[in-house]
């Protein structure tokens, strides 16, 4: 059965940091990107930043480029994503996502992880 586990949310002031961290078990996930996405009160589900396990690289929403860094542990099975100068309007419900390479959505989500950023 497989399994996205997230942990790291909180409470931070604004300029502050948060480490969120994404378990991942269950299955092999080398052909899997990896995602995290966010959902603000009354607002879609936004993507945020996604890696390739394979070491394809990262990518990120122009609202967090610059101030967000994804990272991948294939040894541990964990994805984290470490979130520096955090504004108010960064604050949501964080979800970790596996998508399996070729397919167009997101396979699996974890149960999610609060932020909130106080101005």
């Known amino acids: 059965q497989v399994q996205l586990v997230e942990s790291g949310g909180g409470l931070v002031q604004a300029g502050g940091s948060l480490r969120l961290s994404c378990a991942a078990s269950?299955?092999?996930?080398?052909?899997?990107?990896m995602g995290w996405f966010r959902q603000a009160p009354g607002k879609e589900r936004e993507f945020v930043a996604g890696?390739?396990?394979?070491?394809?690289?990262?990518y990120y929403s122009d609202s967090v480029k610059g101030r967000f860094t994804v990272s991948g542990d294939n040894v541990k099975n964990t994805v984290s994503l470490q979130m520096n100068s955090l504004k108010p309007e960064d604050t949501a419900v964080y979800y970790c996502?596996?998508?399996?390479?070729?397919?167009?959505?997101?396979?699996?989500w974890g149960q999610g992880t609060q932020v909130h950023v106080s101005s």
């Open positions: 996502a596996a998508r399996e390479t070729g397919h167009r959505d997101y396979d699996y």
């Open positions: 269950g299955r092999s996930f080398s052909s899997y990107a």
């Open positions: 890696i390739m396990w394979s070491g394809g690289g990262s």
